[in-house]
Nanobody, 121 residues
Framework: QVQLVESGGGFMQPGGSLRLSCVASGRFFSISTMGWYHQAPGKERELVATVTSGGSTNYTDSVKGQFTISRDNAKNTVYLQMNSLKPEDTAVYYC???????????????WGQGTQVTVSS
């Protein structure tokens, strides 16, 4: 079984910064893509950013230039640096990992429990 544990959420004033972390643990062959999604109250979960094992990144348009995703493959950890935070960034942020299993090399998506980010003055 694979577990994803997020940390780094919290309360921040507009214009501030937060850094989210997500560590994957368990037994698996490899992790291909890792990413961050968010879900605001009353809305569906949406993609924020992804990063492949090779370091290629993808961002939703609304966070380009504001958020930076990065990854430490040796630590099975993905980060999301969030700068110039705005009230509309308020949401629960979920970590996602596309994991390749040891047995049969099956690919499966795993999710973290979510971490709340609240931006307000």
């Amino acid at each position: 079984q694979v577990q994803l544990v997020e940390s780094g959420g919290g309360f921040m004033q507009p214009g501030g910064s937060l850094r989210l972390s997500c560590v994957a643990s368990g037994r698996f062959f490899s992790i291909s893509t890792m990413g961050w999604y968010h879900q605001a109250p009353g809305k569906e979960r949406e993609l924020v950013a992804t990063v492949t094992s090779g370091g290629s990144t993808n961002y939703t348009d609304s966070v380009k230039g504001q958020f930076t995703i990065s990854r430490d493959n040796a630590k099975n950890t993905v980060y999301l640096q969030m700068n110039s935070l705005k009230p509309e960034d308020t949401a629960v942020y979920y970590c996602n990992a596309r994991v390749v299993s040891l047995l049969w090399r099956q690919v499966r998506d795993y999710w973290g429990q979510g971490t709340q980010v609240t931006v307000s003055s």
